[in-house]
């Protein structure tokens, strides 16, 4: 049975990358009626950030952990338990200040973890969370995609990119709605600034 695990970071309901997902999960249910979908909403349950109890404990043998040191791991190992067991990850995002929200950089900093979604061996960091994909629905108030005058201040992309390859996921594709302001000006409708960035949502789902 395949399994979709959705983030969204959004605090919004009405956001545009939680628009954005919510047509991804659609489609994908569509393709997949016996599939299961793991939603984390990572602004309704906000992470503890990562602290000195759990830098130790990360690095403590785990034969050789205390009960506090795997308490302290605890939400760690739920966090990529659900990684593991999705085939592929949809991740809502929207664009704060040139780069992505703090609590997906909290989430991200909880499933990075040496032993457990990557390695380091002879021939450096190996990704440990091989065979899966992930598709990442970006919205932005500007526009920032390759290619633009405003690329270089896009830091989503390619941390993203990054962070995922470097826990072995590298089968990524990202979908933007770029230029989201536009809405809020009153320049373009909601309806119509969407309708293009959704049909290529739908056509992400493979």
Known sequence: MPTLLQLDSSPLESSISRELTREFVKTWKAAHPKGAVIHRDLAANVLKPVDSAWIF????????????????????????AELEAADESVFGVAMHN?????????????????????AYGENGPKGLLNGKKATILIASGGVYEAGTAAEAFNFVDPYLKTILGFIGITDVKFVTAGGAAQIMRGAVDRETFLKPTLERVRAAVA
């Open 98 to 118: 040139f780069s992505i929200p703090s609590v997906l950089k909290l989430w991200i900093d909880q499933i990075v973890r040496i032993g457990r979604t990557t």
């Open 57 to 80: 404990s990360s690095f403590t043998p785990e034969a050789s952990r205390t009960p506090e040191q795997k308490a302290a791991l605890a939400l760690s190992d739920e966090l990529i």
